[in-house]
């Protein structure tokens, strides 16, 4: 199974703070996901992003968050002004095609305080 | 719209007992069914899955076979060991690519 990396693992930040978290593509994997877990909640989709462009975003991704890909660089989901309901584990998929299995990342657990 | 729906957990077991965890869909067309595992403090792992109707997806003892007649895609293992005791959760890729996933079920194996 390919290897998704997330960095950071953990973040802590105060409410109101800009957080970005990224994740290291794999090779051949182009179509790019964020899905977020609320603790104890089910997982939800945020966005999916595949040549530069958002594909497909839910409610949960509003004005106060996006992702970018500079560069074919590094994968990342950015949130704008955090607020204490952005606390959940963040994981990144990818998957080399539109209906390709998505694979996981280990998650980025964000705090929001 | 599309939708999960999994038996609620957690289910506890002893070690070597037969497992089965619930998963029924409601979709628009035929979507790809799959299982996921979460292990404590980890992420998300495929388990298994399967593209169309009949198909059954197998891995590590686990399976699951994909019923349209029944939209259903259950999960089962014949001898659960202690070391499977994790989240599973069930989830279908619907036309837009995206992921839609069930409320996980916790499993516990006892020794």
């Known amino acids: 199974e390919p290897e998704v990396t997330q960095t950071p693992s953990h973040q802590v930040t105060q409410m109101g703070q800009e957080v970005i978290l990224r994740c290291v593509p794999i090779s051949n994997h182009l179509y790019f996901y964020w899905y977020r877990q609320i603790l104890g909640q089910k997982v939800e989709f945020l966005v999916s992003?595949?040549?530069?462009?958002?594909?497909?975003k839910s409610e949960i991704f509003d004005d106060q968050f996006s992702v970018e890909r500079p560069d074919g660089s590094n994968f990342t989901l950015k949130i704008r002004s955090t607020k204490l309901e952005d606390s959940a584990m963040y994981f990144c998929?990818?998957?080399?095609?539109?209906?390709?299995?998505?694979?996981f990342g280990p998650g980025t657990r964000l705090t929001v305080l | 719209g599309n939708s999960v729906t999994q038996m609620e957990g957690p289910v506890t077991l002893s070690e070597e007992a037969f497992l089965t965890i619930n998963c029924t869909y409601t979709a628009t067309g035929y979507p790809s069914l799959f299982w996921y595992v979460q292990y404590p403090g980890e992420g998300l792992q495929l388990l298994l899955k399967a593209t169309k109707a009949d198909d059954k997806g197998s891995n590590k003892g686990f399976e699951a076979t994909y019923r349209k007649e029944t939209t259903s895609f259950h999960l089962e293992k014949g001898s659960v060991q202690v070391s499977d005791s994790a989240v599973y959760f069930c989830?279908?890729?619907?036309?837009?690519?995206?992921?839609?996933f069930g409320t996980g079920t916790r499993l516990q194996v006892f020794p």
């Open positions: 989830a279908l890729s619907d036309e837009a690519d995206k992921l839609i």
């Open positions: 992003f595949y040549n530069n462009e958002i594909s497909e």
């Open positions: 998929a990818m998957g080399q095609g539109a209906e390709d299995t998505q694979y």
